[in-house]
């Protein structure tokens, strides 16, 4: 079956400008997860969504980041404004419940000029 | 203190050694484990669950130590493909969400 798909795959924006980077997990993945991994360093959690219960935003590292999630299907993660250190792979996984199995997407790839 | 530590090495070991990594956590409430692979430039997989009573996949054991909060893997027999970045994950105490230790990297050596 198809796995997580994320999009755009690269992204090149200038500093200042507002992104947005897409998330389709696998059908039926009441979990999703985004993280943040800059090159050579270990994943930063940055969001975490379980069914209808309240995100856990608790990784997010300012107001300038954002995420939503439609239901059990499609989420987004704004960054907006963006700067230098934002430049890092977004990746996003998904699990079938919450504590299990994440499986990832290939990543966005982010560099902020 | 992380909620999960590891080793992040490099580990440089010649073809057909035995490697072994542990990875500690700090929340006593963690009840699920696992050992995902990340090779360079993409993105993390499943290796393998970590089940209380350890278990085996091949050339790979995983381990859990409840009482000191780690978990171990061993590699047997390295393989040059094995090389890669090994992330030991650990749910956040009785929470569902998932936190990954910073990886530790194995570069196997012909």
């Known amino acids: 079956g198809a796995g997580v798909s994320q999009s755009p795959s690269n992204k090149v924006t200038e500093k200042g400008k507002d992104v947005e980077l897409r998330c389709d997990p696998i059908s039926g993945h009441t979990a999703l997860y985004w993280y943040r991994q800059r090159l050579g360093q270990g994943l930063e959690f940055l969001i975490y969504?379980?069914?209808?219960?309240?995100?856990?935003k608790s990784g997010l590292p300012s107001d300038r980041f954002s995420a939503e999630r439609t239901g059990e299907s499609v989420s987004t993660l704004t960054i907006q404004r963006t700067q230098q250190e934002d430049s890092a792979v977004y990746l996003c996984a998904s699990s079938w419940d919450s504590a299990k199995t994440q499986y990832f997407g290939p990543g966005t790839r982010l560099l902020v000029l | 203190r992380k909620e999960v530590e590891q080793d992040p090495g490099p580990f440089n070991v010649p073809e057909g050694a035995t490697v072994a990594f542990n990875c500690t956590y700090s929340?006593?409430?963690?009840?699920?484990f696992f050992w995902y692979r990340q090779d360079c430039r993409k993105e993390p997989k499943l290796l393998m669950s970590v089940y209380s009573s350890g278990n085996e996949d091949g050339r790979f054991t995983a381990q859990l130590n409840r009482a000191s909060q780690y978990i171990s893997l061993l590699i047997r027999d390295s393989k040059l493909s094995d090389s890669a970045t090994y992330l030991c994950v650990v749910n956040s105490g009785n929470t569902g969400k998932l936190i990954f230790g910073q990886g530790t990297t194995l570069q196997v050596k012909p």
């Open positions: 969504f379980q069914g209808n219960s309240a995100p856990d």
């Open positions: 929340n006593s409430a963690s009840q699920s």
